[in-house]
């Protein structure tokens, strides 16, 4: 309960001095790390004082003066949103996200926001116009992504939780990578009002911590129906720390786990076995474990990537530099936009704008878009098949540890193949984590949860008992 | 498998219609990849589809918003100080004539 | 019609409209600004939402104004769809449209009719801002302001229909209550084409009198180009309202691919019969309803009530009128001199001086002999200016007509002697010298002398001197 003996402590010392303990550790090793884009340490002073003055009258929020980060797609007032892109290297958000208005409410303390694959292109923090963010657990070695800089903050101890997004794995693969408790929301769960996502269909903010604690006190904020996304939907009515505190080992035999073949195929054996032995350990525990099968796992990529394509270009159609962002100028209005947008844009976000129009065009669409959106039920319906039966499906996370940065050549479909594990949820919106486990060759291992839609409360008492089984708090 | 030919006229046109203005070896190299990656995709055509296209994993229907007085946004200047060109509170972009 | 219509016989015109009306709300459709965006200073009517911010998402749709297109729909006798509906992304680039796309539904009720144009089908959108072409400024304003989109079978045949259509449409509209009657602010693509030839486009023209003066213009150029032997492509044009004729749009422009995307944004809508049924029971009478009682309550013939039910305030008053006078000569003035006088002017019963009373008066002093029919044309003229009481009117006007038979003999008697000729004519057997005398006690009298008693009188002078 790591978090939990932090909210406690902090409610004995001092909001301020956390604060200063964080941004001094920002100013000593994040340049080399990179994952903070901005820094709002100024305002985040003034909330502390703020904060400090409601502990000593008992009103706090939930968040009690923890330290937050927020990936850099996620709106805070006043503060640079970049989405780690020179398309918006200058643009101020005029608003706040709903979630972070919740956090603000909740007496969490922001101070900056963080690094990310360029417009959450990407799935190893190398992409953004701000440089690549360096794993904390060896700088030599790629953090993951897209919510990478929000991923290392964490696990650099610039902050106590941090808050990114997942479209395809984007939490929990830099969770994976870095060491550190990442978490996928049910689709709809959280309100994505703020959010400049990548492919509204699969998205959605979510947190990271270092504990399950930590990632349920995060939700219980965030989470909720908002009248500002109309995908939302009521959240269970029960509190997740709740869930979290009340678990114990004894509950570990009422869970009915599943894991699926078509999971461990293609994957390292060193992270395999590091798997199979937690599963083992649960299994000690008094869990019920059964393989299951998930037959239509090899078309996830390709479903994945044609409606991630479609969408994106859709949601790119935006950035025209007039009323905000980059701007270059021309002749006509033809030509001012076609400039501005392919002198501020990134490869791999070009990529996709151009593929995810193509894939909508008149001629071409019936074979691709329509066809990916017939194909998407397939996945939600293995995932249904499952659920009916079992409380969690358990996996690796990745199939692979972290590469060196630079040592994969960036290969479109190379890139893509590495969220094979991870797309199924977001295709699904059911929701998934993923919590270190263990180290192989000094670089950390995730396993990764599933539980289906609206079940958070299953997911967490999931992690909890994997918590357990790692000897854990 | 690859029934999709990608020509020259069609990145064209696609960086047309996309309002993405490509130098010739960008225009090559996409055009290089997007056959690769779209032969690799046409896997999708083995899978047994009914016809139920699933735009929305989530069940709700009819969110409507009931009308009522205006609540104006009480930063509009912030919106504004992010316009690239201003002049007299307009937008500044190229004429059309 | 009938007339307007045998002049474009030969052409075979087929015309059709997408007409866009903005619907009455207080908010705009996918967020909570003003709908009421005329008197705002430029890019002061705006939020996130409206403007396109990053991460910024509609909220769901305005009620009210899928209420009030419900209304429309319902009032023009379409049906929904069985299933929900999607609104959509249609992207373009453009400056006014802040997320290059906008987002407009799938048809929401369809298969209705209005003056006997079919109405295919009705759906919602969202106003793009402004873009003022040849000064390069962009006004946000109206961005997200609800519209609905009314696309009409290519079934009119006439720029004089199609001005007609429309202008008796915008009045149902306003009598329903629906939309924003700012300057009959409508915009309409008008689509047409002659003698079976390709269709032609013309987008986006801003009044009611340029829809007419843009087919005008059209049907003649198209002849010229079929004269001259060339032939018509397919294609969209523009429509310059300071010189009021049609442009070529750039090719460019006119190859639109609109790679539509249901909205992953806005969860779908479903409308449920209940609710239709709802919203029917409040409507007013539609149109075709009111027809169908009028030739059955008052036994009016097809053109009078056509005519009567195109402007429904006018029917309104033509009934109003019916509880003092008979209806055959209320729906016989009403739907004539009275809408002519209307047409004239420009005017509206709405926004003219008219009431009930005036025409119910008027036919009382017509059939007590007190006001000739052809004098009765000024009355309405009047009464429609300024609003007068009718009995004020006849005795300003001099109206009061002679029928005392005392007066009209001393009259007549002086008219006999002083057209000795015409009395001899007449009792040499011709009757126009008949015809000749009332002319002349018709000018001394002003016109006011009653027409039937006269004559009958004048022939009995005229046989008692013989």
Request: a negative charge.
């Amino acid at each position: 309960m790591f978090t939990k003996d932090l909210i406690d402590n902090l409610l004995s010392t001092s909001i301020e001095e956390n604060l200063h303990k964080k941004s001094e550790e920002i100013k000593k090793r994040d340049k080399e790390i990179n994952s903070f884009i901005t820094l709002g340490i100024e305002e985040a002073e003034k909330a502390s004082k703020e904060i400090e003055n409601k502990i000593k009258g008992n009103t706090q929020g939930k968040l009690s003066g923890l330290v937050i980060s927020i990936k850099d797609n996620i709106a805070v007032s006043n503060l640079r949103m970049t989405c780690g892109s020179k398309v918006l290297e200058n643009y101020v958000a005029p608003y706040d996200a709903t979630v972070t208005n919740r956090i603000k409410k909740q007496d969490g303390i922001i101070i900056g926001k963080c690094n990310m694959d360029e417009f959450a292109c990407g799935s190893d923090g190398t992409s953004s116009y701000f440089g690549p963010t360096k794993n904390p657990r060896n700088i030599e070695y790629v953090p993951g992504g897209s919510s990478s800089g929000s991923a290392a903050s964490v696990a650099a101890d610039f902050c106590d939780l941090s808050l990114g997004s997942d479209t395809g794995g984007s939490i929990r693969c830099p969770a994976s990578f870095c060491g550190v408790y990442g978490f996928k929301p049910s689709y709809g769960l959280v309100s994505r009002y703020g959010l400049s996502d990548m492919a509204m269909s699969l998205e959605g903010p979510g947190p990271f911590a270092k504990d399950t604690y930590g990632i349920a006190l995060l939700l219980d904020v965030i989470a909720g129906k908002d009248s500002r996304d109309t995908v939302t939907v009521e959240r269970e009515k029960l509190s997740y720390t709740e869930t979290v505190e009340k678990f114990n080992d004894s509950d570990i035999k009422k869970m009915k786990i599943a894991f699926a073949k078509e999971f461990f195929e293609g994957v390292d054996e060193g992270i395999k076995k590091i798997i199979l032995d937690k599963i083992g350990d649960l299994e000690s525990l008094g869990a019920k474990i059964e393989e299951v099968s998930m037959p239509n796992l090899k078309y996830a990529i390709p479903i994945y990537y044609l409606v991630v394509f479609s969408e994106f270009s859709s949601a790119m159609s935006k950035f025209d530099g007039f009323k905000y962002g980059h701007y270059v100028g021309g002749q006509d209005i033809v030509e001012a936009v076609s400039s501005t947008r392919e002198a501020a844009m990134g490869t791999e976000v070009k990529r996709r704008v151009l593929l995810g129009t193509f894939v909508t065009m008149e001629e071409f669409r019936g074979k691709w878009y329509t066809k990916a959106l017939k194909a998407r039920s397939v996945i939600k319906e293995d995932f249904k098949r499952i659920f009916n039966s079992y409380d969690l499906l358990i996996g690796p996370t990745m199939p692979t540890l972290p590469w060196k940065i630079g040592e994969r050549i960036s290969d479109p479909l190379s890139m893509y193949s590495a969220d094979i594990l991870t797309v199924s949820a977001n295709l699904a919106g059911i929701c998934a984590s993923s919590q270190p486990i263990g180290n192989l060759k000094q670089l950390p291992v995730g396993l990764q949860l599933h539980a289906d839609s609206l079940c958070e409360s299953k997911l967490l008492k999931g992690m909890r008992a994997v918590e357990i089984a790692c000897g854990g708090m | 498998m690859v029934e999709t030919i990608i020509n020259e006229n069609t990145i064209e046109r696609v960086s047309e219609i996309a309002r993405l203005k490509l130098s010739d070896k960008e225009k090559i190299r996409f055009r290089d990849e997007f056959e690769r990656i779209l032969e690799e995709f046409s896997i999708i055509d083995e899978i047994k589809v009914g016809d139920k296209e699933l735009y929305y994993v989530v069940e709700n229907v009819n969110v409507l918003r009931e009308d009522s007085s205006p609540k104006p946004f009480n930063k509009i200047n912030d919106i504004k100080n992010n316009f690239n060109k201003k002049e007299d509170e307009y937008i500044v972009v190229p004429r059309n004539l | 019609m009938q007339l307007h219509e045998d002049k474009y016989k030969d052409l075979n015109l087929k015309i059709g409209l997408e007409i866009h009306v903005q619907l009455k709300t207080d908010q705009k459709i996918f967020c909570e600004c003003s709908s009421d965006y005329i008197n705002s200073p430029p890019n002061n009517n705006i939020c996130p939402i409206c403007t396109s911010q990053p991460g910024s998402k509609p909220m769901g749709v305005n009620e009210r104004a899928l209420e009030n297109l419900l209304k429309i729909g319902l009032f023009l006798g379409c049906k929904a769809y069985e299933k929900p509906f999607y609104v959509q992304r249609k992207h373009y680039f453009y400056p006014d449209l802040p997320s290059n796309y906008q987002r407009t539904s799938q048809p929401i009720l369809g298969n209705g009719s209005f003056m006997g144009v079919g109405i295919w089908e009705i759906h919602i959108e969202e106003d793009p801002g402004r873009y003022e072409l040849r000064e390069g400024k962009v006004d946000l304003n109206r961005c997200g302001v609800p519209l609905a989109e009314i696309v009409t079978a290519p079934e009119i045949k006439s720029p004089e229909y199609a001005r007609e259509f429309l202008r008796d449409l915008l009045l149902s509209l306003e009598y329903l209550g629906v939309i924003r009657g700012e300057s009959g602010s409508i915009r309409a693509d008008v689509n047409i084409s002659i003698m079976g030839g390709n269709r032609i486009e013309i987008k986006n023209v801003n009044s009611v009198r340029g829809v007419y003066k843009a087919l005008k213009y059209e049907i003649v150029r198209q002849k010229a180009v079929l004269q001259r032997g060339g032939t018509i492509s397919m294609e969209t044009r523009h429509f310059d309202e300071a010189s009021m004729i049609t442009k070529t749009l750039r090719k460019k422009e006119t190859v639109a691919d609109y790679r539509y995307i249901p909205d992953p944004d806005l969860v779908p809508i479903f409308i449920s019969s209940d609710r239709l049924n709802e919203i029917e029971s409040v409507l007013p009478e539609s149109p075709h309803n009111k027809k169908k009682r009028f030739m059955e309550e008052y036994s009016l013939g097809e053109e009078i009530t056509d005519a009567l039910i195109s402007d429904l305030y006018l029917a309104d008053l033509f009934e109003e009128v019916t509880s003092k006078s008979n209806p055959l000569e209320a729906g016989k003035w009403c739907a004539t001199e009275l809408k002519r006088r209307l047409n004239e002017k420009n005017l509206s019963v709405s926004t003219s001086k008219i009431n009930a009373k005036h025409i119910s008066d008027m036919i009382g002093f017509i059939e007590r002999g007190e006001l000739s029919v052809k004098n009765a044309k000024w009355i309405i003229e009047d009464a429609v200016d300024t609003g007068k009481d009718i009995t004020l009117l006849m005795k300003e006007k001099n109206f009061y007509q002679i029928n005392s038979e005392d007066t009209l003999i001393k009259i007549i008697e002086k008219v006999i002697q002083d057209n000795p000729k015409a009395v001899s004519d007449f009792n040499s057997g011709n009757q126009n010298a008949l015809h000749f005398l009332f002319g002349k006690v018709v000018n001394e009298t002003e016109g006011r002398a009653e027409p039937s008693k006269t004559i009958k009188l004048i022939r009995e002078k005229l046989c008692v001197v013989s």
